[in-house]
């Protein structure tokens, strides 16, 4: 992770941890048994917009995954920008390109600007990447055995990540999202009261760690979304939305056999004009308009997550009782997924520990 003077130790963000129910361990595992192959490393196509709650603990995480990860940044305001470039910048196979204005923006427009970076890897698998959605089991391993099955796409089955009440008021006692940068001259570096950088990166994206404050998810849906690819002769990005594979994909190959899972954390920016004013609007700005991004307000009018909100002094309504739905420990429902992985007809280990700092 970065800092202005330089790499910040993700351990512990200095805050104590929000109550952890004795249900809700941390959950470890014993090294696979079938460690994915050394010469296969995925490259990654990363559209990302005001992520910066998220970004640091992602590339933690995950960046030894990739040859090459590709982040299209649709940001505009500078600070946003510079945040995301300077934490890519701290990882060797991250470039950070900037989205710029297109005619229109899709899931197939915006993703084929990474194919700048990326050129014409045929027979390479790319992993469709998130800065939300985290990964217990490794798409290495994934994509090898979809090799061996003669398989070019695989769908992934996500569990989703909500707050809870407790949860979400103990990230907002933080005080995370103030900002850092508060002079009237954004340009300036240091603050001249205390010392302190003005440029530096946010404490949310120095120090928000989002398996240590957010422990629940929701076990009811079941849907499946694609992630993993492998690019082949004739393939290529068109401009249909809400299609993050290349809409033109010649002898296309799914299993349903063939599944995985990671973890989709649906809130993800808690500050408070994302959240309570409904004065930020990531997705609009975006233009892709998907997912919940800041604009929490629109999200919570969506007719299928049915998430809602109180008025600015209350803070939130649980997610939970307003669906008549009950939280589940994602350690947990990562241990049965895990455990279930291995039963059937691909044998998709899981590889890294649900736990702060643990990373493939």
């Not at 040859?67 to 196979?93: F, G, I, M």
């Not at 390479?124 to 391993?141: C, G, K, M, N, S």
């Not at 508060?182 to 404490?203: H, K, N, V, W």
């Not at 033109?248 to 190959?253: D, G, I, L, M, S």
């Amino acid at each position: 992770m970065w800092g202005w003077f330089g790499p910040l130790s993700l351990a512990d963000d200095g805050a104590p941890p929000p109550a952890r129910s004795a249900a809700c361990p941390h959950w470890t595992l014993k090294p696979p048994s079938q460690p994915p192959r050394p010469e296969l490393q995925l490259l990654g196509i990363m559209a990302t917009f005001a992520d910066s709650w998220f970004l640091s603990a992602w590339l933690h995480r995950h960046h030894a995954l990739f040859e090459r990860l590709v982040l299209v940044d649709a940001s505009t305001d500078p600070l946003q920008l510079q945040l995301s470039r300077r934490v890519c910048q701290q990882y060797t196979v991250c470039r950070h390109l900037q989205q710029g204005t297109l005619t229109s923006a899709t899931d197939q427009t915006v993703r084929a600007i990474a194919m700048q970076a990326l050129g014409e890897p045929v027979g390479r698998w790319i992993l469709i990447a998130h800065a939300d959605e985290f990964y217990v089991q490794d798409p290495r391993t994934v994509a090898a055995e979809a090799d061996a099955m003669g398989v070019n796409e695989i769908d992934f089955r996500p569990m989703l990540a909500m707050p809870t009440p407790d949860e979400y008021s103990a990230i907002r006692a933080r005080q995370w999202h103030v900002e850092v940068a508060q002079a009237a001259d954004a340009r300036a570096r240091f603050s001249p009261e205390s010392g302190e950088p003005l440029l530096a990166l946010t404490p949310a994206t120095v120090a928000f760690e989002p398996l240590k404050w957010l422990q629940h998810h929701v076990a009811s849906y079941t849907f499946l979304e694609a992630r993993l690819f492998k690019w082949g002769k004739g393939m290529r990005w068109g401009t249909k939305h809400s299609l993050v594979t290349p809409e033109f994909f010649p002898n296309k190959k799914v299993d349903p056999a063939l599944t995985g899972f990671f973890v989709h954390f649906k809130v993800h920016d808690f500050g408070a004009g994302a959240v309570l004013n409904c004065s930020y609007d990531p997705v609009k700005s975006a233009e892709l308009r998907t997912g919940s991004g800041g604009d929490s307000c629109k999200f919570a009018r969506s007719t299928w997550s049915r998430i809602h909100w109180k008025n600015a002094s209350q803070g939130p309504q649980s997610y939970y009782a307003s669906t008549n739905r009950k939280p589940h420990c994602v350690s947990a429902g990562i241990r049965a997924k895990c455990s279930a992985a291995t039963q059937g007809k691909a044998r998709l280990h899981c590889a890294v520990a649900w736990r702060p700092g643990a990373h493939f």
